[in-house]
């Protein structure tokens, strides 16, 4: 397997058992519970409102490129100044009721599965920084190709250059708190909308919408609430593992 020192410039994270390895696993949780008090208090939503359009637009784009995986046209990508969103796609045939559940269980994965993939990313100083960016330029170029609302032109942008900028400028402990700040906000994210996953749906711009898992139990079978459980083992299995991988020996 090669030599298992470290050279110039290599990273080897601290292990899950070492005393490192637990203190860094701790600021991971304590950034995970800060952020879910602040999205409680009055005010805290504020501070933490350009990474909640983030995660709308893991969200969006989890629902955009699964469709266009199954051959479907990815149009627009809209994001609303509430957080809400959607994301427009059309299919030339009738899409299958696999692909119609797929689609939407993408939407609700896609936050986490992207927030455990920046956590993954912190495993070496290299990674980090390929890291920032891909993130960097996914979202300047989404905006260019499939962004169509304001609050999205504003606020992706903004993000997607503050990530080249640290990517390329920033120090290595700042890109790496980055990297494991925004995994953090991507993992836990569901908790804003935890209602909405068990949920038959909502009001979106004041038109009824079915909930995601709803266009799941509508394309399978069973209801709602056991494809939001479902959802919701599968996310915290992709969070602990992701924390146990970043930190193996």
Same mark, same amino acid.
């Given at each position: 397997?090669?030599? $298992?020192?470290?050279?110039?410039? $290599? ?13 860094? &696993? ?10 879910? @008090?602040?999205?409680? +208090? ?33 149009? %627009? ?13 059309? +299919?030339?045939?009738?899409?299958? =009721? ?8 993408? #939407? *609700? ?19 980090? %920084? ?5 993130? #960097? ?10 962004? =169509? ?6 606020? *992706? ?5 503050? $990530?080249? &900028? ?12 980055? &990297? %494991? ?13 935890? #209602?909405?996953?068990? $949920?038959?749906?909502? &009001?979106?711009? #004041? ?6 898992? %709803?266009?799941? +139990?509508?394309?399978?079978? *069973? ?22 991988? @970043?930190?193996?020996?």
């Amino acid at each position: 397997m090669g030599s $298992s020192t470290n050279g110039p410039g $290599s990273y080897r994270p601290p292990s899950w058992q070492s005393e490192a390895g637990k203190q860094e &696993v701790t600021l991971l949780v304590g950034l995970a519970f800060i952020s879910i @008090v602040l999205w409680g +208090a009055p005010g805290g939503g504020y501070l933490l409102y350009p990474f909640s359009i983030l995660a709308t637009w893991f969200h969006e784009m989890g629902h955009g490129l699964m469709a266009m995986s199954f051959g479907n046209d990815f149009e %627009q990508l809209v994001i609303f100044p509430d957080g809400s969103g959607y994301a427009l796609h059309y +299919a030339e045939a009738e899409p299958s =009721r696999f692909s119609r559940a797929m689609i939407a269980a993408a #939407g *609700l994965l896609g936050p986490t599965a992207a927030g455990c993939a920046l956590i993954l990313a912190a495993r070496t100083h290299r990674s980090t %920084q390929i890291a920032l960016v891909v993130l #960097g330029l996914a979202l300047l170029l989404s905006t260019l190709i499939w962004v =169509r609302s304001l609050t999205g032109w504003l606020i *992706l942008p903004a993000l997607g250059v503050t $990530s080249l &900028v640290l990517a390329f400028y920033g120090r290595e402990k700042y890109r790496r708190f980055a &990297v %494991q700040f925004l995994g953090v906000q991507g993992c836990i994210s569901i908790y804003r909308d935890f #209602g909405y996953l068990f $949920s038959a749906g909502g &009001v979106m711009e #004041g038109r009824p919408q079915a909930s995601d898992t %709803q266009h799941i +139990a509508e394309a399978l079978f *069973l209801p709602y609430w056991f494809w939001g459980g479902m959802i919701t083992i599968i996310i915290g299995a992709m969070v602990i593992w992701s924390l146990k991988r @970043v930190h193996s020996a």
